[in-house]
Protein backbone atom coordinates (compact mmCIF):
# COMPACT_ATOMS: atom_id res chain seq x y z
CA UNK A 1 0.00 0.00 0.00
CA UNK A 2 1.54 3.37 -0.61
CA UNK A 3 1.50 6.30 2.00
CA UNK A 4 -0.92 8.86 1.90
CA UNK A 5 1.63 11.43 1.27
CA UNK A 6 1.96 9.39 -1.89
CA UNK A 7 -1.44 8.65 -2.83
CA UNK A 8 -2.59 12.25 -1.69
CA UNK A 9 0.75 14.65 -2.84
CA UNK A 10 -1.66 18.03 -2.64
CA UNK A 11 -1.52 17.96 0.86
CA UNK A 12 1.22 20.34 1.42
CA UNK A 13 -1.77 22.51 0.19
CA UNK A 14 -4.93 21.90 1.23
CA UNK A 15 -7.63 24.34 1.85
CA UNK A 16 -7.94 25.14 5.80
CA UNK A 17 -10.82 23.83 7.22
CA UNK A 18 -12.59 25.31 9.64
CA UNK A 19 -11.96 24.34 13.41
CA UNK A 20 -14.89 25.01 16.13
CA UNK A 21 -14.02 21.96 18.64
CA UNK A 22 -10.55 23.46 19.74
CA UNK A 23 -9.04 20.59 18.67
CA UNK A 24 -4.66 20.62 17.49
CA UNK A 25 -5.58 19.70 13.16
CA UNK A 26 -1.76 20.03 13.53
CA UNK A 27 -1.38 16.02 14.50
CA UNK A 28 -2.65 15.32 11.05
CA UNK A 29 -2.31 16.00 7.81
CA UNK A 30 -5.95 17.18 5.45
CA UNK A 31 -6.88 17.95 2.50
CA UNK A 32 -10.76 18.96 1.52
CA UNK A 33 -12.50 19.53 -2.00
CA UNK A 34 -15.28 19.47 -4.34
CA UNK A 35 -15.88 17.28 -6.77
CA UNK A 36 -19.40 16.80 -8.49
CA UNK A 37 -20.78 18.70 -5.63
CA UNK A 38 -19.39 16.00 -3.34
CA UNK A 39 -17.49 17.84 -0.71
CA UNK A 40 -14.17 15.36 0.45
CA UNK A 41 -11.82 15.41 3.37
CA UNK A 42 -8.72 13.50 3.08
CA UNK A 43 -7.14 12.56 6.85
CA UNK A 44 -4.87 9.80 7.88
CA UNK A 45 -3.54 8.42 11.71
CA UNK A 46 -0.34 7.08 12.94
CA UNK A 47 -1.02 3.04 13.52
CA UNK A 48 0.58 1.85 16.22
CA UNK A 49 2.53 -1.30 14.44
CA UNK A 50 4.67 1.26 11.86
CA UNK A 51 5.43 4.71 11.47
CA UNK A 52 6.42 4.55 7.45
CA UNK A 53 2.50 3.88 6.82
CA UNK A 54 -0.81 5.14 8.15
CA UNK A 55 -3.77 4.65 8.34
CA UNK A 56 -6.29 6.66 6.23
CA UNK A 57 -10.35 8.24 7.30
CA UNK A 58 -11.82 9.65 4.08
CA UNK A 59 -15.44 11.54 4.66
CA UNK A 60 -17.34 12.37 1.64
CA UNK A 61 -20.60 14.68 1.77
CA UNK A 62 -23.14 13.74 -0.79
CA UNK A 63 -25.71 16.94 -2.15
CA UNK A 64 -29.24 16.35 -1.96
CA UNK A 65 -29.20 15.91 -5.82
CA UNK A 66 -27.10 13.07 -6.15
CA UNK A 67 -25.72 11.30 -9.17
CA UNK A 68 -25.45 7.60 -8.23
CA UNK A 69 -22.94 7.79 -11.55
CA UNK A 70 -20.67 10.56 -10.22
CA UNK A 71 -20.70 8.97 -7.09
CA UNK A 72 -19.25 5.94 -8.15
CA UNK A 73 -16.63 7.47 -10.20
CA UNK A 74 -15.59 9.81 -7.42
CA UNK A 75 -15.44 6.86 -5.01
CA UNK A 76 -13.77 5.15 -6.75
CA UNK A 77 -11.11 7.00 -8.12
CA UNK A 78 -10.37 8.19 -4.55
CA UNK A 79 -8.97 4.52 -3.43
CA UNK A 80 -7.60 3.47 -6.48
CA UNK A 81 -4.51 4.52 -5.30
CA UNK A 82 -4.56 2.21 -2.49
CA UNK A 83 -3.18 -1.71 -2.40
CA UNK A 84 -3.23 -4.18 -0.44
CA UNK A 85 -5.44 -2.64 2.40
CA UNK A 86 -8.54 -3.31 4.11
CA UNK A 87 -11.54 -0.52 3.73
CA UNK A 88 -14.73 -0.53 5.81
CA UNK A 89 -17.67 1.90 4.65
CA UNK A 90 -19.50 4.00 7.45
CA UNK A 91 -22.61 5.51 6.77
CA UNK A 92 -23.68 6.80 10.54
CA UNK A 93 -26.95 5.76 12.29
CA UNK A 94 -28.74 8.93 12.68
CA UNK A 95 -31.58 9.26 15.14
CA UNK A 96 -34.72 11.48 13.32
CA UNK A 97 -36.54 13.25 15.90
CA UNK A 98 -40.12 14.32 14.70
CA UNK A 99 -42.74 15.57 16.63
CA UNK A 100 -44.99 12.77 16.55
CA UNK A 101 -42.57 10.03 16.87
CA UNK A 102 -38.99 9.44 17.28
CA UNK A 103 -37.52 7.17 13.87
CA UNK A 104 -33.96 5.40 12.99
CA UNK A 105 -32.20 5.84 10.56
CA UNK A 106 -29.91 2.56 11.11
CA UNK A 107 -27.20 3.48 9.04
CA UNK A 108 -24.37 0.94 7.61
CA UNK A 109 -21.24 -1.12 7.41
CA UNK A 110 -19.69 -2.84 4.95
CA UNK A 111 -16.18 -3.63 4.20
CA UNK A 112 -13.80 -5.08 1.42
CA UNK A 113 -10.32 -5.72 0.64
CA UNK A 114 -7.95 -4.19 -2.05
CA UNK A 115 -5.19 -6.53 -3.31
CA UNK A 116 -1.66 -5.73 -4.78
CA UNK A 117 -2.70 -5.20 -8.35
CA UNK A 118 -5.73 -2.38 -7.64
CA UNK A 119 -8.40 -5.13 -7.82
CA UNK A 120 -11.68 -5.35 -4.71
CA UNK A 121 -12.17 -8.44 -3.04
CA UNK A 122 -14.11 -10.07 -0.98
CA UNK A 123 -16.91 -7.33 -0.03
CA UNK A 124 -19.12 -7.77 2.86
CA UNK A 125 -22.01 -5.92 3.07
CA UNK A 126 -24.66 -7.66 5.19
CA UNK A 127 -28.73 -6.39 4.53
CA UNK A 128 -31.80 -8.15 4.80
CA UNK A 129 -33.35 -9.75 1.90
CA UNK A 130 -37.02 -7.78 2.37
CA UNK A 131 -37.91 -9.43 -1.09
CA UNK A 132 -38.86 -12.34 0.87
CA UNK A 133 -40.89 -13.15 3.09
CA UNK A 134 -39.59 -12.56 7.47
CA UNK A 135 -38.19 -16.19 8.53
CA UNK A 136 -40.07 -15.32 12.33
CA UNK A 137 -41.13 -12.26 13.95
CA UNK A 138 -39.53 -11.92 17.73
CA UNK A 139 -39.27 -9.80 20.74
CA UNK A 140 -36.38 -7.46 21.06
CA UNK A 141 -34.29 -6.58 24.06
CA UNK A 142 -35.86 -3.90 26.01
CA UNK A 143 -33.53 -0.90 25.30
CA UNK A 144 -34.35 2.72 26.32
CA UNK A 145 -32.68 4.03 23.20
CA UNK A 146 -35.37 2.73 20.85
CA UNK A 147 -38.56 3.32 23.43
CA UNK A 148 -40.80 3.98 20.44
CA UNK A 149 -39.34 1.68 18.06
CA UNK A 150 -42.15 -2.07 17.74
CA UNK A 151 -41.72 -4.08 20.22
CA UNK A 152 -41.17 -6.82 18.07
CA UNK A 153 -39.09 -7.36 14.93
CA UNK A 154 -38.77 -9.03 11.87
CA UNK A 155 -35.75 -12.05 11.51
CA UNK A 156 -34.93 -11.85 7.51
CA UNK A 157 -32.76 -14.20 5.69
CA UNK A 158 -29.57 -11.96 4.89
CA UNK A 159 -28.42 -10.37 1.45
CA UNK A 160 -25.17 -9.46 0.50
CA UNK A 161 -24.15 -6.90 -2.06
CA UNK A 162 -22.51 -8.04 -4.90
CA UNK A 163 -20.64 -4.55 -5.91
CA UNK A 164 -19.37 -1.90 -4.40
CA UNK A 165 -21.57 0.26 -6.78
CA UNK A 166 -24.43 -0.71 -4.84
CA UNK A 167 -23.49 0.27 -1.68
CA UNK A 168 -22.08 3.65 -3.02
CA UNK A 169 -25.73 3.92 -4.49
CA UNK A 170 -27.18 3.78 -1.32
CA UNK A 171 -25.19 5.32 0.84
CA UNK A 172 -25.25 8.31 -1.45
CA UNK A 173 -28.88 8.36 -0.61
CA UNK A 174 -28.51 8.83 2.77
CA UNK A 175 -28.83 11.65 5.14
CA UNK A 176 -25.43 11.06 6.22
CA UNK A 177 -21.87 11.30 4.94
CA UNK A 178 -19.76 8.11 4.20
CA UNK A 179 -17.17 7.59 6.03
CA UNK A 180 -13.98 5.58 4.31
CA UNK A 181 -11.57 3.76 6.74
CA UNK A 182 -8.47 2.77 5.72
CA UNK A 183 -6.28 0.44 6.94
CA UNK A 184 -3.09 -1.46 5.04
CA UNK A 185 -2.67 -5.43 5.59
CA UNK A 186 0.70 -5.52 7.67
CA UNK A 187 1.26 -8.47 10.00
CA UNK A 188 2.47 -6.27 12.39
CA UNK A 189 -1.32 -5.02 12.50
CA UNK A 190 -2.40 -8.57 12.93
CA UNK A 191 -4.44 -8.26 9.38
CA UNK A 192 -3.57 -9.80 6.42
CA UNK A 193 -5.66 -10.20 3.00
CA UNK A 194 -5.81 -14.18 3.35
CA UNK A 195 -6.61 -14.11 6.43
CA UNK A 196 -9.78 -11.18 5.75
CA UNK A 197 -10.65 -13.29 2.73
CA UNK A 198 -11.29 -16.81 4.33
CA UNK A 199 -13.36 -14.81 6.92
CA UNK A 200 -15.10 -12.93 4.43
CA UNK A 201 -16.46 -16.44 2.45
CA UNK A 202 -17.51 -18.05 5.68
CA UNK A 203 -19.90 -15.27 6.72
CA UNK A 204 -21.26 -15.76 2.79
CA UNK A 205 -21.30 -19.77 3.07
CA UNK A 206 -23.01 -19.43 6.65
CA UNK A 207 -25.77 -17.43 5.21
CA UNK A 208 -27.13 -16.49 8.93
CA UNK A 209 -30.20 -14.88 8.95
CA UNK A 210 -30.52 -11.03 9.47
CA UNK A 211 -31.96 -9.71 12.80
CA UNK A 212 -31.16 -5.47 13.01
CA UNK A 213 -31.03 -6.15 16.96
CA UNK A 214 -31.09 -8.43 19.76
CA UNK A 215 -34.07 -10.30 20.08
CA UNK A 216 -35.49 -12.65 23.58
CA UNK A 217 -35.19 -16.62 23.02
CA UNK A 218 -38.86 -17.76 22.62
CA UNK A 219 -38.69 -20.35 24.68
CA UNK A 220 -35.41 -20.22 27.29
CA UNK A 221 -35.61 -16.17 27.75
CA UNK A 222 -32.40 -15.55 27.50
CA UNK A 223 -30.80 -12.83 24.52
CA UNK A 224 -29.79 -13.81 21.07
CA UNK A 225 -27.50 -11.04 19.81
CA UNK A 226 -28.02 -8.89 16.54
CA UNK A 227 -26.51 -10.19 13.10
CA UNK A 228 -26.34 -7.40 11.24
CA UNK A 229 -24.19 -5.42 9.00
CA UNK A 230 -22.25 -4.57 12.12
CA UNK A 231 -21.88 -8.66 13.10
CA UNK A 232 -20.61 -9.04 9.76
CA UNK A 233 -17.96 -6.72 9.53
CA UNK A 234 -16.71 -6.79 12.53
CA UNK A 235 -16.75 -10.88 12.13
CA UNK A 236 -14.95 -10.34 8.66
CA UNK A 237 -11.79 -7.88 10.10
CA UNK A 238 -10.95 -10.17 13.28
CA UNK A 239 -12.76 -13.70 12.79
CA UNK A 240 -16.55 -14.81 13.13
CA UNK A 241 -15.23 -17.57 15.53
CA UNK A 242 -13.50 -14.49 17.79
CA UNK A 243 -16.24 -12.20 17.46
CA UNK A 244 -18.72 -14.77 18.94
CA UNK A 245 -16.64 -15.91 21.70
CA UNK A 246 -16.49 -12.26 23.15
CA UNK A 247 -18.61 -11.79 25.88
CA UNK A 248 -18.71 -8.15 25.48
CA UNK A 249 -19.59 -8.48 21.98
CA UNK A 250 -22.89 -6.42 21.60
CA UNK A 251 -24.00 -5.42 17.78
CA UNK A 252 -27.15 -3.18 18.52
CA UNK A 253 -24.59 -0.31 18.47
CA UNK A 254 -24.56 2.25 16.05
CA UNK A 255 -22.78 1.99 12.92
CA UNK A 256 -20.29 4.40 13.91
CA UNK A 257 -19.39 3.18 16.99
CA UNK A 258 -18.56 -0.46 15.04
CA UNK A 259 -16.67 0.95 12.57
CA UNK A 260 -14.61 3.30 15.75
CA UNK A 261 -13.92 0.40 17.60
CA UNK A 262 -12.45 -1.29 14.49
CA UNK A 263 -9.93 1.66 13.76
CA UNK A 264 -9.04 2.12 17.40
CA UNK A 265 -7.68 -0.49 17.49
CA UNK A 266 -5.06 -0.46 14.93
CA UNK A 267 -4.28 3.13 16.09
CA UNK A 268 -0.92 4.59 17.68
CA UNK A 269 -2.72 6.71 19.76
CA UNK A 270 -6.39 6.26 20.76
CA UNK A 271 -6.99 9.49 22.34
CA UNK A 272 -5.57 10.89 18.92
CA UNK A 273 -7.72 9.02 16.58
CA UNK A 274 -10.94 9.77 18.99
CA UNK A 275 -10.58 13.35 18.27
CA UNK A 276 -9.36 12.92 14.98
CA UNK A 277 -13.11 11.13 14.37
CA UNK A 278 -14.91 13.29 16.38
CA UNK A 279 -13.41 16.36 14.18
CA UNK A 280 -14.94 14.61 11.33
CA UNK A 281 -17.85 14.42 12.74
CA UNK A 282 -17.89 10.20 12.73
CA UNK A 283 -18.39 9.80 16.83
CA UNK A 284 -21.93 12.31 16.66
CA UNK A 285 -24.77 10.72 17.52
CA UNK A 286 -23.44 7.49 19.33
CA UNK A 287 -25.97 6.65 22.10
CA UNK A 288 -24.15 4.09 24.68
CA UNK A 289 -26.58 1.11 25.05
CA UNK A 290 -27.15 -0.56 28.59
CA UNK A 291 -28.25 -4.30 28.16
CA UNK A 292 -26.62 -6.56 30.77
CA UNK A 293 -24.65 -8.42 29.05
CA UNK A 294 -24.90 -11.64 31.71
CA UNK A 295 -28.48 -11.61 29.91
CA UNK A 296 -27.01 -12.99 26.96
CA UNK A 297 -25.94 -15.99 28.25
CA UNK A 298 -28.25 -19.24 28.18
CA UNK A 299 -28.70 -19.94 31.64
CA UNK A 300 -27.65 -24.13 32.25
CA UNK A 301 -28.76 -26.45 35.03
CA UNK A 302 -28.45 -29.64 36.06
Not at 82 to 91: M, P, Q, R, S, Y
Not at 97 to 119: M, W
Not at 154 to 168: K, L, N, T, V
Not at 263 to 289: D, Q, R, T, V, W
Request: glycine residues 4%; aromatic residues 10%; charged residues 20%.
Amino acid sequence: MLTSKAVFPFFSSSKKLANSKGINLAKWKFTTFTRYGMETTLSEYRLAASSSLNGNIIRIIFPKAYDHHAAQTHIKSIIKPFKDCLVIGTTPSKRLKKDYLISIEPGHNFCFAIDKDGLIKDLISKRPNTDKKPLATRARVPDPRYGDYAARIRIFAPRFSQSIDEDINKASQASSPLFLHIIPFQHELGINQSTYSSNAKLIIEQNSPYSLMSTIHPEYGYYLRSSNCNHAVEGAVFGMESVNDSENANYDLSCQEVAIKIGAKFALSKNEYMELIEFLGLSSGIEPGKANQEEYLPLFTC
